[in-house]
């Protein structure tokens, strides 16, 4: 007698939602609040200076991680809906937990945690992380794998930028090395676990076409507009976040233009690779957060964008194959080439910077190193607390490297977790299609011709 297949995987992802959001809905309750309206002109019009200031660069981010992260996603044909939901569904979930991990770690007083924009700010930017993440393993796991992932991935990511920036004292304003570097190798140490050493051909459904290179393509030309904001919202006001817009702008423009050079010299007949252009014309805001807000001359910026395009392209065209064969390692998104490899390249621009700007005495050195009036050697002690310019070099290094011993090692021991069988991870000939988790009307009303009832009941039994 045939089995019916097994409900719990189906049910499984609405419980653990539910769950979530229910304990959330009483951690509110009880424990957070907003600051009492100020009674003083003064106070109140410094509060809506702040939200004016932060709102608009808030909402460009918002941008960026819906819509344009979104549709960068959608390469894969048969994926669209799953991408553009999943990474929805996990930038509100993580953002969520960000915010009640952050609000008890460092805003809990008097038994309340007083919202306001900074925190939701810098809660989104720890969703970054898991949304940059998932790139390497997209298309080949559940949804419940994800959030777990996420789950996972939130405190271990705040547990490290509090090493890297609040112990180190790295200077990293765009997050290249916190965010970037971080969420990258945490990523591949996932895939590497859950995947572990199968060698697989490439999936039927994986080969992108020229319709779903075009969203993925529209979904770049949104990040590249937005990325200016995300970079310099964290600035202080006034010249430093002059700075980081114009040396981001610079940046990616060479970024731009120099994946274009790169993507024909090394395509055969000179023809360009969308896979190139998605992800090249990106490298350049990736490298240049760490040093966006310091003062340096703008050819270093077009320098460092160029640099960082050339790198990009480079890891797709050579370095992906190879770890593939000698590691075994899948990255589906390439985030090593994008995030990765041009996050190194901007950490070891930060500490070429600091070193320059000890010997610069003309006011070009890094805006946090040179408050207006003084000296600039006595400001370089004094900002970084008696470490001078090479002990803040090496405190960039020692950031990078805790970056990325930190993240592959929390990624690897995840991604062993999510090996769980409850978790319900897709079956390999049934990964990157969207039939698995939507009900899709064409396809329910006609079915394909190479659907069979074996598959149907897989996709029944592994549906979350």
Not at 106 to 119: R, Y
Not at 410 to 429: I, N
């Amino acid at each position: 007698m045939a089995v019916a297949p097994s409900t719990y995987p189906r049910h499984l992802l609405p419980l653990f939602l539910g769950l979530f959001q229910g304990t959330l809905l009483l951690f509110f309750a009880l424990f957070v609040t907003y600051d009492e309206p100020s009674a003083q002109v003064e106070d109140t019009s410094l509060v809506a200076n702040q939200v004016y200031s932060t709102f608009p660069f808030f909402q460009d981010i918002q941008v960026m991680l819906v819509v344009g992260l979104g549709l960068l996603l959608t390469f894969l044909p048969r994926y669209g809906f799953s991408a553009l939901t999943h990474n929805f569904l996990l930038l509100n979930f993580s953002m969520q937990w960000a915010l009640v991990l952050q609000g008890l770690l460092h805003h809990f007083h008097h038994g309340q945690i007083h919202l306001d924009l900074h925190k939701l700010l810098i809660s989104e930017f720890a969703a970054v992380t898991v949304l940059i993440s998932v790139g390497a393993i997209l298309g080949r796991a559940s949804p419940c794998q994800l959030l777990v992932m996420a789950t996972c991935e939130v405190p271990i990511y705040l547990a490290t930028e509090w090493v890297i920036v609040g112990c180190l004292g790295v200077l990293d304003v765009g997050g290249t090395i916190t965010i970037h570097v971080f969420s990258c190798y945490f990523g591949l140490g996932v895939s590497k676990a859950l995947f572990r050493a199968t060698q697989q051909p490439l999936h039927p459904k994986e080969t992108p076409t020229p319709s779903s290179d075009l969203m993925s393509l529209v979904g770049t030309l949104i990040l590249w507009v937005f990325w200016p904001s995300f970079v310099a919202v964290l600035c202080q006001p006034g010249d430093a976040q002059h700075r980081a817009i114009l040396n981001t702008l610079l940046a990616m423009s060479a970024s731009a233009i120099t994946t274009v050079v790169a993507s024909s010299l090394l395509q055969r007949g000179g023809k360009l690779s969308p896979g190139h252009l998605q992800n090249g014309s990106l490298a350049g805001g990736v490298a240049i957060g760490v040093v966006a807000d310091m003062a340096m001359p703008p050819v270093a910026a077009l320098a460092l964008g160029s640099l960082s395009a050339v790198v990009c392209v480079l890891g797709f065209r050579f370095l992906t194959p190879l770890l593939g064969r000698k590691l075994t390692l899948r990255d589906q998104c390439g985030i090593h080439n994008l995030h990765g490899l041009p996050g190194i390249l901007g950490a070891a621009a930060s500490v070429v910077a600091v070193l320059v700007a000890s010997k610069d005495t003309s006011g070009s050195q890094p805006s946090q190193l040179s408050p207006v009036g003084g000296n600039a050697s006595e400001v370089v002690e004094g900002q970084w607390g008696g470490r001078g310019v090479g002990g803040q070099a090496l405190c960039q290094a020692a950031g990078l490297a805790v970056a990325v011993g930190a993240s592959l090692l929390a990624g690897l021991l995840t991604g062993a977790a999510l090996r769980l069988p409850c978790l319900a991870r897709p079956p390999e000939r049934l990964c990157f299609d969207d039939s698995l988790y939507f009900k899709i009307q064409d396809q329910a009303e006609s079915p394909g011709p190479d659907s069979s009832a074996e598959e149907g009941a897989l996709a029944l039994k592994e549906q979350v």
